[in-house]
């Protein structure tokens, strides 16, 4: 089941570069798409996933390990976990 949300971070586009950077090329299985847009507290970020579990794996497995150390780095605090807006998806018309 497909798995789609939006939340804000406190973050500018460099530190947002450095975590990319950090994550390296390769696309996690699972991913969709990922979005990244500016607004006036941040970043805001929507993405769908082929699953939860998919998301869920990346997290734990990629992400947290690479926010921890490049966004502490950034703004000398771990800033808490954003909330999650979950996005009930009708549709994902992905070009290629």
């Known amino acids: ?8 971070v406190p973050i500018d586009p460099a530190t947002y570069a450095r975590i ?30 082929e699953s939860e579990a998919d998301w869920k794996r990346f997290v734990e497995e990629r992400l947290h390990p690479v926010v921890d150390r490049v966004v502490t780095a950034s703004l000398g605090f771990r800033p ?15 070009g290629d």
């Open 20 to 49: 990319k950077e950090a994550l390296g090329p390769e696309k996690p299985p699972g991913l969709v798409a990922h979005l990244v847009h500016r607004t006036p507290g941040g970043l805001r970020y929507t993405d769908v996933w």
């Open 1 to 8: 089941m497909t798995y789609a949300f939006t939340f804000e």
């Open 80 to 94: 808490p976990e954003p909330e999650v807006e979950h996005l009930e998806m009708v549709d994902a018309w992905i």
